[in-house]
């Protein structure tokens, strides 16, 4: 199990996908993790285009960069361009104008 050897399972949709296939990285790919990190920190770690990237999945549940990262987690990148009302559908945009669902609903 990846929680017990300190990996993540990492995955990546769209044109961040034809970055690891460039790179020939598996699909999906195990990162080691020495600690805990920020999905941004993951990021940098694979050196990933952070221009490239607009919200993380982790276990499911999008967010922001800044969600932290444990051994045991699957992490997807999600890069810009993800049509409207599949951002709202997938928590990257709530309905009231908010990005992500971590943010307070705008008044």
């Known amino acids: 199990m990846a929680a017990q050897n300190g990996e993540v399972e990492v995955r990546a949709f769209s044109f961040l996908k034809l970055e690891f296939d460039r790179r020939g990285w598996p699909f999906p790919m195990t990162v080691k993790l020495e600690r805990e990190c920020t999905a941004l ?28 990262v444990r051994p045991g987690d699957r992490v997807a990148f999600v890069p810009p361009g993800t049509p409207g009302p599949y951002r709202v559908i997938l928590g990257m945009v709530n309905p009231s104008g908010g990005k992500g669902p971590e943010e307070p609903r705008k008044k």
């Open 41 to 68: 920190e993951l990021a940098e770690k694979l050196e990933l285009p952070r221009d490239k990237i607009e919200a993380v999945f982790i276990n499911g549940i999008a967010g922001p960069l800044d969600r932290v």
